[in-house]
């Protein structure tokens, strides 16, 4: 009934959060930080604001299709309350339960799975500066 409103606020936190780690990432004193660094044009490093943006696309578009199979169904409606289980107080409560668990499940599998890819990502990044480290070793002798 309601439970794609666990990963829409999570969507609105982790997208606030990006915004303000963005912003932080391309302050200037976090460009004075990496300017000393001589990087190689083999390196690689995705940053973590890009990081949670991928985490913020997948619970944007879940929500959406949520959403819409929602609409589809007649559970949310374009007048007030918005929610048709709002309406009787005992399909509130079951549309409170559902949300507390098909909801919450939904969002954390999400945010499993949003981990898993960084995971990955950085075993990759890792791997990429092992290579090239090892690269500029041997053209050193």
């Given at each position: 009934m309601a439970c794609f409103l666990v990963p829409t606020a999570e969507?609105?936190?982790?997208?606030?959060?990006s915004k303000v780690i963005e912003k932080k990432e391309n302050s200037p004193e976090e460009a004075?930080?990496?300017?000393?660094?001589?990087?190689?044009?083999?390196s690689l490093h995705v940053p973590f604001s890009r990081k949670l943006k991928w985490l913020n696309n997948m619970l944007w578009g879940g929500s959406a299709l949520l959403a819409f199979?929602?609409?589809?169904?007649?559970?949310?409606?374009?007048?007030?309350p918005f929610l048709t289980a709002a309406s009787d107080p005992a399909d509130a409560a079951e549309m409170l339960h559902e949300m507390s668990t098909v909801?919450?499940?939904?969002a954390v599998l999400v945010s499993a799975v949003w981990l898993g890819m960084v995971a990955v990502s950085s075993v990759i990044e890792k791997r990429v500066q092992n290579t090239s480290a090892?690269?500029?070793?041997?053209?050193?002798?």
């Open positions: 969507a609105i936190v982790t997208t606030i959060a004075k930080k990496h300017s000393g660094n001589t990087e190689n044009a083999g199979e929602h609409v589809w169904h007649g559970e949310v409606v374009p007048y007030f909801g919450v499940t939904m090892e690269d500029e070793k041997e053209a050193a002798s």
